[in-house]
């Protein structure tokens, strides 16, 4: 759960335009962590309602997706969100991207699922019984009324995953990004959290291994040690990587090919 800044700091003047598209433009956008090299020389920008980032373990996507949250910084290059430098919109990102980890109990912080919903509310500035009221209510929408009072420990893991996602989306923002959702879901669960997210009104950025994940989405990239092999439609990007793939597996000496 994102948490928005404290009142005092929420008068300052705004920079973000959450309907700005592109949402993001990256200009020779760099990161570096502990003196190794991340991502280097991305440059491209980010306007459609549906992308998908791919890669090996290690390509760098997760610091990718981190960057458009204000998790990470630029290292060299630049970065605009919705319309402003990166450095100036970080305090308003909590307020417009929406971010769900891949793991659930890393992301819930409350016991109950009520709780959890109410917290957005309450960041956003409703009083205590008005955030509980309007948890339910939201809860109701999206069918899930019947998990106000369940302890989030007691979920199966899609409900986890849903109710993250549901704690994220109740604050309303422009972006959802998602840092691979459904890793630790059954078939069923992804599918119901991948059709969940494709009726969604909000931009969608996520990373996922599974590139049946992909199906519906306007754009894929592939990262690969940091920066941009592929950027494109998601059919054509996916048959690439899976001839990558293929080919690397093909030149592996037994017995590493086990």
């Not at 989030?152 to 998602?178: N, Y």
Request: hydrophobic share 40%; net charge negative.
């Amino acid at each position: 759960m994102a948490l928005w800044p404290q009142k005092k700091n929420r008068n300052r003047p705004r920079v973000c335009d959450p309907d700005a598209r592109p949402y993001a433009v990256f200009d020779g956008a760099g990161l570096t962590i502990g003196g190794k090299q991340i991502l280097q020389g991305l440059t491209l920008t980010l306007q459609e309602d549906r992308i998908g980032v791919i890669g090996l373990n290690g390509s760098g996507k997760s610091s990718f997706v981190r960057l458009l949250n204000g998790l990470r910084s630029p290292s060299d290059g630049t970065l605009a969100l919705f319309g402003a430098p990166s450095a100036q919109a970080e305090p308003e990102l909590p307020r417009h991207v929406g971010f769900v980890f891949q793991n659930p109990d890393h992301q819930a912080i409350f016991p109950t699922v009520e709780e959890e919903i109410a917290f957005g509310l309450t960041q956003l500035g409703a009083g205590k019984d008005e955030s509980r009221r309007g948890a339910r209510t939201f809860l109701a929408q999206h069918g899930c009324e019947q998990l106000a009072d369940r302890p989030i420990s007691e979920l199966s893991e899609g409900q986890k995953q849903l109710i993250c996602i549901l704690a994220v989306l109740v604050m309303e923002p422009s972006l959802l990004v998602l840092d691979e959702p459904m890793t630790s879901l059954d078939a069923l669960a992804s599918r119901r959290i991948r059709d969940k997210l494709l009726s969604l009104p909000q931009k969608i950025v996520m990373v996922s291994h599974d590139l049946d994940h992909f199906d519906g989405f306007d754009r894929l990239l592939w990262l690969e040690e940091g920066r941009l092999r592929m950027d494109g439609d998601p059919d054509t990007v996916r048959e690439a990587y899976r001839r990558d793939v293929a080919l690397r597996l093909g030149s592996e000496q037994e017995p590493a090919a086990l």
